[in-house]
């Protein structure tokens, strides 16, 4: 098994190092997670990347000003997405928020291919597209808000593609396309559009195929190098076809893309609903996005109604809820006394859209009564919508009990920390699948970008593996810190009094995942050990590494009261365990709680 990631206790430098499109940041100690949330320049002055929907990464922010610097003034800032209409999107958010005084306080950009550029015919590569959403500067904030909470903004790797494109004249601003612009045309071998569907014959351009030379070389360098623009439309959509069906659950076999295109599907893993196929299989940029825009099509297809946010919550999903529609009942406890509220509610002749919950959740982990929760919908005419990131669908099958499941495939699915991407799927025995299916073809956009569908498939081929490893890993984890005098409280669905809720929907060979936490007497006795843990340290999770983080400093430092109301207390610190030796990474963890002072068992 592999050991130890390298301890990086480098402030502000990317986890895992020397990673250009990484996820996370390494913030070492308890005293830069305050910081970094307090703003303080130390640790914020040595930040080179973050998690991308909280820190917009440093090549956005350059193509950003770019295009100010070209179009806007000095008064304004840009926000950039992938197609127009996300960025209505945030216009509206804007002009909700700040009615604005004239037409163009906030205006919209689209960027596409040059008509007068030879490759923008050439049907066969990914062409550069993205929109620019131009604002005053000093609406900012809000800004920031409708890119983080819905996850829609453009990728990293999106923005290298079309500042290059913008600098070489391959990416235009649409007004500024002529009519004798339109009429020129490329070289003679670019004006058909081929029907060549091989995707792998790439010798045209000198490209070796996947399956040849290429297929050893280091996914950057084999998709950043070697393709650079010539990355192939249809190479990246079989790509996307082999996440969905990783997704699916008909591909888990470790395979290279050519055979995973030749594989039949693996039915003893398929997610077992009747008439369950890839195509309810839907991709988005972020998980994130991909809970932002479900919560939009049920309300595209059920109407304006307030939602329901059952147990302790990611940050933005409750924000969402509250933010982008009617608004939201919140039962922060997630408690069967929260269900019994809710079913006097729902007697009484209240109506609501759906019931978003994680299955288990985070970061107390603690699990929700599914079977319950189905029984009320079913009864009372509500969506049902799981986040199943977390638990993930090699552990736990909550499918049927749901109309919609989310997940991000930044975490677990990828593991690198490199890339990021999200998922929705439809029960297809829903009650709204028909309404759902409708609404989605009107509404549904794959922003997911080429280059990045491309590093998750690669990143997702040994998925299963690494699942029961990780397992295996944060059970271990789990007892260490168990036994320990030194920890108040550790939350892991193992050992959950809702263990009951996760084993009625545990798969005959699921464990409990990979996340868990421990809750100190103290935020002193919390500081000494996480000061002294030789893991990395930082936001996000589902790392093939062990990633640790003080979790409610960084998600909830503003509103430590009202977080601790619900038993997430500022003393609790998150493991996302991963693939490393199991007997050192024991060695690791104990070694960090016997640094806690003797005293601090009893402190306050």
Not at 232 to 252: C, P
Not at 286 to 305: C, D, E, K, L, Y
Request: proline share 6%.
């Amino acid at each position: 098994m592999p050991g130890l990631l390298p301890f990086n206790d480098n402030l502000g430098e990317t986890i895992p190092p020397d990673t250009p499109h990484a996820v996370s940041v390494s913030l070492p100690t308890w005293s830069a997670n305050v910081g970094y949330e307090e703003g303080k320049d130390w640790v914020v002055s040595k930040m080179q990347c973050g998690y991308p929907r909280f820190f917009i990464h440093k090549s956005i922010q350059h193509l950003a000003e770019i295009i100010v610097a070209k179009y806007g003034t000095p008064h304004e800032k840009a926000m950039l997405f992938p197609t127009h209409a996300v960025a209505l999107r945030c216009v509206d958010f804007l002009s909700r928020q700040h009615p604005p005084t004239h037409p163009h306080t906030f205006r919209i950009l689209d960027f596409v291919p040059s008509p007068t550029d030879a490759a923008s015919v050439d049907h066969k590569r990914v062409q550069p597209r993205l929109s620019a959403v131009v604002y005053p500067k000093e609406h900012w904030p809000t800004a920031k808000v409708f890119w983080q909470h819905t996850g829609d903004g453009i990728s990293s790797r999106r923005a290298e593609f079309c500042r290059k494109a913008l600098e070489a004249g391959q990416l235009v601003e649409r007004s500024a396309i002529t009519d004798s612009m339109r009429l020129r045309k490329g070289p003679k071998r670019y004006q058909r559009l081929s029907r060549e569907t091989n995707v792998l014959d790439m010798h045209e351009n000198g490209d070796a195929s996947e399956s040849g030379t290429a297929n050893a070389q280091e996914p950057a360098q084999f998709v950043e190098e070697r393709f650079g623009r010539n990355l192939n439309v249809a190479f990246a959509a079989e790509a996307k076809l082999a996440i969905r069906r990783r997704i699916a659950g008909s591909l888990t076999a470790n395979v290279d893309l050519p055979e995973a295109m030749e594989k039949p599907q693996d039915e003893a893993s398929k997610r077992h609903v009747v008439g369950f196929s890839v195509d309810d299989v839907y991709l988005y940029p972020t998980g994130m996005s991909a809970i932002f825009n479900t919560h939009r099509a049920i309300m595209t297809a059920r109407g304006m109604m307030k939602s329901i946010s059952y147990g302790f919550p990611y940050v933005d999903t409750l924000k969402i809820l509250e933010k982008f529609g009617p608004g939201a009942l919140f039962y922060g406890h997630g408690s069967s006394e929260d269900l019994d509220d809710l079913e006097r509610r729902l007697e009484s002749g209240e109506k609501y859209l759906a019931l978003f919950c994680e299955f288990p959740g985070n970061p107390l982990l603690k699990t929700p009564d599914i079977r319950r929760i189905r029984a009320l919908a079913d009864k009372y005419d509500f969506a049902v919508v799981v986040d199943e990131t977390i638990g993930n669908f090699l552990n736990v099958h909550v499918l049927p009990y749901a109309d919609v499941i989310v997940s991000s495939l930044t975490k677990v699915f990828s593991g690198d920390s490199n890339v990021m991407g999200g998922s929705a799927i439809l029960n297809s025995e829903g009650r709204y699948y028909d309404l759902m299916k409708h609404a989605l073809v009107r509404e549904y956009e794959d922003n997911h970008f080429e280059e990045d569908s491309v590093f998750l498939e690669r990143n997702s081929r040994d998925f299963v593996s690494r699942i029961e490893r990780i397992n295996v890993n944060a059970e271990a984890i789990c007892e260490v810190l168990t036994k320990h005098p030194r920890v108040k409280q550790v939350n892991y669905p193992k050992s959950s009094p809702t263990r009951k809720y996760y084993d009625q929907c545990r798969l005959p060979s699921g464990g409990y995942g990979g996340l868990l936490s421990a809750t100190f007497h103290s935020v002193a006795d919390a500081t000494a050990f996480y000061d002294n843990l030789d893991t990395c340290k930082g936001p996000s999770l589902g790392t093939n590494f062990t990633l640790s983080s003080p979790f409610v400093i960084l998600a909830h430092y503003m509103e430590l009261d009202w977080a601790a109301s619900y038993g997430v207390e500022a003393s609790l610190v998150r493991f996302s365990v991963g693939l490393e030796d199991s007997e050192a990474l024991k060695a690791v963890f104990e070694r960090a709680l016997a640094a806690i002072p003797a005293a601090g068992v009893s402190s306050t």
